[in-house]
Antibody, heavy 124, light 107 residues
């Protein structure tokens, strides 16, 4: 059974940094592209970033480019999201999501497994 | 970016009734359209991908249709556990985008 467990969220001041982690189990982590999707309180889903199976290709929401960095450690089966220069509008529950189809693709995919999310609050 | 517009924002129905949810894309996305269900306090759950293919374990009362810019999620006979928020997502182009959601509530 696929398990995705996010951690690293918390309260941070505007301009601060956080590093989110997503520990994966139950599948061959290195064979699947991974994603971060966020959900602001009471709002809808917003895709944030994607990373290919070997980390060689990454994609970002325009509003986080230059501030967020997605990475992965396939040996440890962990996905990361380094967030810098955080803004109030980054406040959200951050989900880790696995794509459904294994292998490399330069196109977006759909997400068949999600973690329970880690909350990020940016406030002074 | 491709904008997805879902309608209605809220749909009030009773158990046993048929639900029809719409998702319209700002440009053609072929059949690269996905549907998710999100119950309160839970992560999203994949229902339908490639516009009409049910994900593993999804009951047959859920069906998807459409191509190009207009898509529909139909729930043939509502069960109590179906009252939730439904999101569409496009995977035709970067950035991935979601619709704003349709809340399916008990009438």
């Amino acid at each position: 059974e696929v398990h995705l467990v996010e951690s690293g969220g918390g309260l941070v001041q505007p301009g601060g940094s956080l590093r989110l982690s997503c520990a994966a189990s139950g599948f061959t982590f290195g064979s699947f592209a991974m994603n971060w999707v966020r959900q602001a309180p009471g709002k809808g889903l917003e895709w944030v970033s994607s990373i290919s199976i070997n980390g060689g290709s990454t994609y970002y929401l325009d509003s986080v480019k230059g501030r967020f960095t997605i990475s992965r450690d396939n040996a440890m089966k962990i996905l990361f999201l380094q967030m810098k220069n955080l803004r109030a509008e980054d406040t959200a529950l951050y989900y880790c999501a696995k794509v459904a189809v294994p292998g490399y693709s330069s196109s977006p995919s759909h997400f068949d497994s999600w973690g329970q999310g880690t909350p990020v609050t940016v406030s002074s | 970016e491709i904008v997805l517009t879902q309608s209605p924002s809220t749909l009030s129905l009773s158990s046993g009734e048929r639900a029809t949810l719409s998702c319209r894309a700002s440009e053609s996305i072929s059949t690269y359209l996905v549907w998710y269900q999100q119950r309160p306090g839970q992560a999203p759950r994949l229902l339908i991908y490639d516009a009409s293919t049910r994900a593993t374990g999804i009951p047959a009362r859920f069906s998807g249709s459409g191509s190009g810019t207009d898509f529909t999620l139909t729930i043939s006979r509502l069960e109590p556990e179906d009252f939730a928020v439904y999101y569409c997502q496009q995977r035709g182009n970067w950035p991935v985008t979601f619709g704003q959601g349709t809340r399916l509530e008990i009438k």
